[in-house]
């Protein structure tokens, strides 16, 4: 029995490609869609490919490098990213191309590095404050944890757990770049303004997406940033590519900026990126958090919440300090009573007590060992601590100098 051959066009690429993500058979859609828009216009044919397989590589390279120049429009990085995809596509319509004569033959427009546009927190306000709620929702979730915005549009509500003041977010690697899943948060500000939405949907629904095509719910959200960038102003351009300063990137980039202050390599764990350092991987999500909740204040957009988390985060730092200056007490406590249960091992000569800028005198520790007794040594030790906190802090060192007492110390 003989095995049908199946026709190579676009129609089998796109079969062969359907094992991909969402994502990128939808990047090869929009190439594909360039280039025969570019074969319409320039030879009144969508499917020019049967055509170009007669010609020689010279010719070949002509048209490749006519298509380059017909999107100049476009930005540098685009068509870059647009040819490397009808590569593909040609290879499988029978062209092959040398990756030596495509450095010599085409000429590609230069890619410029501009300065990126830092987004700031006054640009955030002015965006949102024109959104709808869920849209102000979803664009303050992708800023507190860092997501790139194909995850968000792909995200599930039965990916969150929605249990803690902070939703735990559990990117599956289906969705996710590089196909490694991960955890990552959303701010006690963005999951205040997302649980009240969370309780309208099932699990298997969208959280942020709006159609089961990811490139479609990609640039509604890209579209919907623009409107309102207009709206307010803020629909700069760069003179390189025409692109805007501020698109759904740079929500995600805001929160990659500020984590990154504190722990770069934190930052790039929630963002997804690859890293040099692994050690994050073998943290709970318990240990994750503990450390996200420590720096989410930096990624608070509202300035009531941003307040609430500060006076928290003082309140926080000040009990901290309070049980870090009880410790010390306790420990001021025991060194003094160790010097006064120790005073037989003080070797201190009459010549070196007169002649020390120590105060505290032997018969000074032994007052002491009485107002211990007497329950009166917080108050005592107070009074100390203005005339005598040079000497205290000189008698514990001296004391401490003997090998026995520190091990007791230690012992204890």
Same mark, same amino acid.
């Given at each position: ?315 926080? !730092? #000040?009990?901290?300090? /309070?049980?870090?200056? =009880? ?5 001021? $406590? *025991?060194?003094?009573? &160790? +010097? ?28 002491? !060992? #009485?107002?211990?007794? /007497?329950?009166?040594? =917080? ?5 100390? $601590? *203005?005339?005598?906190? &040079? +000497? ?21």
């Amino acid at each position: 029995m003989s095995v049908s051959r199946i026709e190579r066009d676009r129609v089998s690429f796109m079969v062969k490609v359907s094992s991909k993500d969402i994502g990128t058979q939808a990047g090869y859609k929009v190439a594909l869609n360039n280039l025969e828009n570019f074969c319409l216009e320039k030879y009144a044919k969508a499917d020019f490919i049967a055509e170009l397989k007669e010609r020689n590589t010279e010719q070949v390279f002509d048209f490749l490098q006519e298509w380059i120049n017909w999107n100049k429009t476009r930005s540098p990085r685009t068509v870059k990213v647009l040819f490397s995809r009808i590569k593909k596509y040609l290879h499988y319509r029978g062209i092959k191309l040398d990756l030596q004569d495509i450095k010599e033959e085409l000429d590609f427009p230069r890619i410029f590095d501009e300065e990126l546009y830092p987004l700031t927190l006054d640009d955030i306000h002015r965006i949102t404050a024109q959104m709808q709620y869920s849209q102000k929702t979803q664009f303050i979730c992708q800023l507190s944890s860092l997501m790139r915005i194909g995850e968000m549009v792909q995200l599930k509500k039965k990916n969150l757990i929605a249990n803690k003041e902070n939703i735990i977010v559990k990117i599956p690697p289906n969705i996710a770049k590089f196909r490694k899943g991960r955890t990552t948060f959303f701010s006690k500000e963005a999951s205040k303004l997302l649980k009240p939405l969370l309780r309208k949907i099932k699990d298997d629904d969208l959280v942020f997406g709006t159609n089961v095509n990811v490139h479609h719910s990609e640039v509604n959200s890209e579209q919907i940033l623009k409107r309102n960038l207009i709206k307010v102003g803020l629909n700069m351009r760069y003179e390189s590519n025409n692109r805007y300063y501020i698109n759904t990137h740079s929500f995600r980039a805001y929160g990659i900026t500020k984590i990154s202050r504190h722990d770069p390599n934190f930052a790039k764990k929630l963002a997804g990126q690859k890293g040099y350092l692994l050690q994050y991987d073998r943290m709970t999500d318990e240990e994750k958090l503990e450390i996200y909740e420590k720096l989410e204040i930096d990624l608070v957009i509202d300035d009531t919440e941003k307040q609430k988390a500060e006076i928290k985060k003082l309140e926080k !730092e #000040k009990t901290e300090l /309070e049980e870090k200056n =009880d410790r010390i007490d306790e420990l001021e $406590k *025991k060194f003094v009573k &160790l +010097a006064i249960e120790n005073e037989d091992r003080i070797k201190y000569t009459e010549d070196l007590v007169m002649s020390s800028p120590v105060t505290l005198t032997i018969d000074e520790i032994k007052d002491l !060992e #009485k107002i211990v007794k /007497e329950g009166r040594f =917080d108050e005592t030790v107070r009074e100390m $601590k *203005k005339d005598y906190e &040079l +000497a205290v802090e000189k008698k514990v060192r001296k004391v401490l100098s003997d090998p026995d007492i520190l091990k007791k110390i230690m012992q204890d």
